[in-house]
């Protein structure tokens, strides 16, 4: 058991690009969630999954964000026509069913400019 | 002591104080809470969680105290280390399979 696995740990990208991230949960857990981070603030609830059915997404999940997890296993998070507002940790974590602690991974860092 | 800096709540301590981080809660609801450390340019870890049937819980060298009445959280780290300098967030859980909500974390300044 590796933990939880964020690629890419930190993307540069220019403002109207796509950026796309990759989490690879703990294996056995079903559930995954999608958080976002700025700076000294605390993570903000995206979306999370169960299996492979999107549960719940937030009203901060704009139209330009999509997020899959096709197989119930690795999800990815895709940021379409960047913006310089979007330049945030993007944090992922996974959780057993029947658990009550999220596991995090060590986030994914975007950097608009 | 404590102070309000630009972004965050920071506590400063000698390496051997016992620390108190505070967190207020919004949701009397809540059924769950949770405290994570998080370090620089990390994920956040879990350090000790607490039921709301519980008004304290510990841990190994923490302790978490619930006050239902004024919807307030504490973590108490006894014999504080450099290595446990680091931002303290404090979650809730609303109800069973909702998500965590976060609030905004205190930094913890640890100094030898």
Redesign the interface.
């Known amino acids: 058991d590796t933990g ?1 696995s964020q690629n890419p740990r930190h993307k540069i990208t220019k403002r109207g690009q796509n950026v796309t991230f990759r989490c690879d949960p703990i294996s056995e857990h079903n559930r995954l ?1 999608w958080y976002r981070q700025t ?7 995206l979306t ?1 999954f169960q299996n492979e059915a999107q549960l ?1 997404k937030s009203r901060l999940l704009s139209d330009r964000f999509s997020a899959e997890r096709p197989k119930g296993s690795f999800s990815t998070l895709e940021i379409q026509r960047t913006e310089q507002g979007d330049s945030a940790m993007y ?1 992922c ?1 996974s959780i057993g069913s029947g658990a ?8 994914s860092r975007l950097t608009v400019l | 002591g404590e102070s309000v800096g ?3 709540p920071t506590l400063s301590v000698q390496e051997g104080d016992n620390s108190i981080i505070n967190c207020a809660y919004s949701n009397s609801a809540s059924d ?1 809470f ?1 405290w ?1 450390k998080q370090e620089s ?6 350090i000790i ?1 607490i039921r709301s049937n519980m008004d304290k819980r510990q841990g190994q060298r923490v302790t978490v105290l619930l006050n239902k009445t004024v919807k307030h959280l504490s973590l108490q780290i006894a014999a504080t280390q450099p290595g446990d300098s680091a931002v303290y ?1 404090c ?1 809730e ?1 609303p109800f069973r399979y909702s ?7 205190t930094m913890l300044l640890v100094s030898p």
């Open positions: 939880v969630y700076l000294g603030q605390g993570p903000e609830f999370y719940e944090l974590a009550n602690v999220l596991t995090f991974g060590a986030g | 630009l972004h965050l769950y949770i994570y340019g990390k994920g956040p870890q879990f969680d967030f979650a859980r998500t965590l909500t976060f609030g905004k974390g």
